[in-house]
Structure formats: C-alpha cells, structure tokens
C-alpha cells in the first residue's frame, strides 16, 4: 500500500518555467520531507515541514505543508537545467517509533 | 564529515545465487535504515536498526533477506536466494536518532540475470 502518492510522475520543461509537484495522502504525518535524487547518488534533503500551513523558502523552491498535514507541495520558479533529477516527499508516521515513508517520486527534465 | 560508505556499487548475479551489502554509516549515528528502491519508485524501507536492535523489519521478505548490525556501527544486508524481482538500488542511510534528517550513501544496483 503506497501512502503517499505523487503527482505528476514526470515533467518535462523548458528552462524559465515554473512548475509545481504535489504529494498527497490520507494519513496524517507529524512531519514531511523533501529530497532530490541524481542518478547513482542517493537521495539529498532539501527541506522540512513539520507545522500544518508551513511554508518554506529555499531559493527558487517553495515548499508547503497543508493544514491537515496530509499533503504538501513544491514549487519551482524559474526552472534551470540543474534542477533536473527525481523528486521525493516523504513523511513521518508514529507507529511506536517514527517511520518514514516515502512518495512515489516525480522526475524532472528542465531542458536549456 | 565522511558520508554514509556503501559496497560494492554495483553487482551482477543470476537468479538463486546468493549476495551481501554492506554500509559504514556516518560516526556517531545510532540510527540505521536499509532501503529497497525499484527503478523509477521512490524507496522501500526494509529495515531499521536503533544501534544493533532492530527497530522495524515489518518490510523485509524474511524468507530470503536477512540483515544485522554488528557493535551497533557497520550493517550487511544479504539476499539468499535471489529472485529476479529483486533487481533494485539498496540504498543505505544513518541518522543520529529516529527522527533526525537522513543521509543516504549512493547505493548499490543489483541486477539479477
């Protein structure tokens, strides 16, 4: 069962262009990271939401946590070719100790 | 700091044959996670390990795979006997404790023949 799904699974752009991905779920999660993944490398954190409402700013990249903690989006501005890579959301879930889940991923191709 | 150290990077073998990882995760971090990732998904946790207990395994095919943590600071996770549906990145990662920021190493591609 995949809790948390991602939306679009791929994005092809142009570079300039401004994009959203989301993730969405019907658990409620005490926090929700995002990490970039470049092939061969594993995946790097760029950011973490734990407050519902939260919205972060890093750079170019928005992030923001819904109110119910059950979704959050990311938003580029401005896209470059070096933001090319797989994106992921993953949230933590309390099961007697904290787990975390990961979204199904959404690749990104920001071509010049 | 020295990142989380993965062996090999990649590996080769035919279905029923048997294979180890292994991960030397960042000094000091007690906590441990194996991940399964299939091309294109995002990662699967198979395993978590709080210095050498095992946290979480609920994931983890026990018929085939098996994992440990030695003194609590390097891990091996082996696949005995593999199966084509196997073929993934297993992808290591330590954090100081459950909660904290992850860091991954850069996998290891398991192709299976």
């Known amino acids: 069962t995949q809790l948390l799904e991602q939306s679009p699974q791929f994005l092809s752009i142009q570079e300039g262009e401004n994009l959203t991905v989301y993730c969405n779920s019907s658990?409620?999660?005490?926090?929700l990271q995002w990490y970039r993944q470049e092939p061969g490398e594993g995946p790097v954190l760029l950011v973490t939401?734990?407050?519902?409402?939260e919205v972060k700013k890093l750079k170019r990249l928005t992030f923001q946590f819904g109110d119910a903690r059950k979704d959050s989006s990311l938003h580029i501005t401005a896209a470059q070719p070096g933001d090319t890579g797989l994106y992921l959301c993953a949230g933590h879930i309390k099961r007697g100790f904290q787990k975390l889940v990961f979204g199904t991923g959404t690749r990104l191709l920001v071509s010049p | 700091e020295a990142g989380v150290a993965q062996s090999p990077r990649y590996k080769i073998i035919e279905k029923r044959q048997s294979v180890a990882f292994w991960c030397n995760p960042i000094?000091?971090?007690?906590?441990l996670y194996w991940y399964q990732q299939i091309l294109g998904q995002g990662p699967k946790l198979l395993i978590q390990?709080?210095?050498?207990?095992?946290?979480?395994d609920s994931q983890l095919p026990k018929d085939r795979f098996s994992a440990e943590r030695l003194k609590g600071v390097d891990s091996t996770l082996k696949i005995q006997p593999a199966k084509l549906e196997d073929s993934a990145v297993y992808l290591c990662a330590s954090s100081t404790y459950g909660t904290q920021p992850q860091h991954f190493g850069d996998g290891t591609r398991l192709s299976i023949l």
């Open positions: 939401v734990v407050t519902g409402g």
């Open positions: 390990f709080q210095n050498n207990g095992v946290v979480d």
């Open positions: 000094s000091g971090h007690a906590t």
């Open positions: 658990s409620v999660f005490s926090s």
